[in-house]
């Protein structure tokens, strides 16, 4: 399973870039703003700044609705690197979107997706990934990690190429589960990444071997 981070914020972008174990980097308009990024030179500044850091796959959202504006914006977003992954939302005109992108080489992720018929869609319009949100299907009493499961049956047996990248990650726990159930990707946010770190035995035992190394020092 790829580990992406979810975050536009350049130092928790750096932290998990050096583990050496990152495979890329998955924003939204929301992140973006947390950042205060303001204006599309800005904006574009950014992205580029984080495709100079991270050597993998940048998803950059569109926030355009209609068709033409998306492929307006996706058309600018791809010249800033060849790791950009123009990232649309899941309505009617966001599918017509990444067929287009589709068939014109430029690769894509569906987000905003909560069910599988949205992502029978998107895996049949060609995306190159689906997002779909764990943590919010979470936070409104369903099963996010049921529909993971459900994805990768339907896309194992339809022998889909469309990636899942599970996304709307809340803790170490769902990035166990999300690799358990066969997701391709993760997007996390940094915290639930350094959390896969932790064990209570991992320090009681360090404490030990380095007190026991004073003994021969
Ligand atoms: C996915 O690409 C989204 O950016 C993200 O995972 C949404 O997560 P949230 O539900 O924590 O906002």
């Not at 924003?27 to 993998?56: F, R, W």
């Not at 123009?86 to 992108?101: E, H």
């Not at 990035?175 to 064990?199: F, N």
């Amino acid at each position: 399973m790829k580990f992406f981070i979810d975050t536009a914020n350049l130092a928790q972008i750096k932290e998990a870039n050096e583990l050496g174990i990152l495979d890329g980097v998955t924003t939204n308009p929301s992140l973006m703003a947390k950042e205060g990024i303001k204006g599309e030179a800005a904006v574009m500044q950014h992205y580029k700044t984080i495709c100079d850091m991270v050597d993998g796959d940048i998803s950059a959202e569109v926030i355009s609705t209609d068709f033409d504006g998306m492929i307006a914006e996706g058309k600018k977003l791809v010249q800033i690197h060849k790791n950009i992954v123009v990232k649309v939302p899941m309505i009617k005109d966001g599918i017509k979107a990444i067929k287009w992108f589709t068939d014109n080489g430029i690769r894509t992720n569906c987000t905003l997706v909560f069910s599988a018929g949205q992502a029978i869609l998107a895996a049949k319009a060609g995306a190159s990934y689906v997002s779909p949100f764990i943590g919010r299907i979470d936070d409104s009493g369903w099963d996010g990690m049921e529909l993971i499961h459900q994805l990768r049956q339907i896309y194992s047996i339809q022998g889909y190429k469309t990636e899942i990248l599970a996304a709307s990650i809340r803790n170490p726990n769902h990035i166990i589960k999300c690799a358990e159930a066969g997701a391709d990707v993760c997007t996390c946010p940094l915290d639930s990444i350094l959390g896969l770190l932790k064990h209570p035995l991992t320090d009681i035992g360090l404490a030990k071997f380095l007190e026991d190394a004073k003994k021969f020092a």
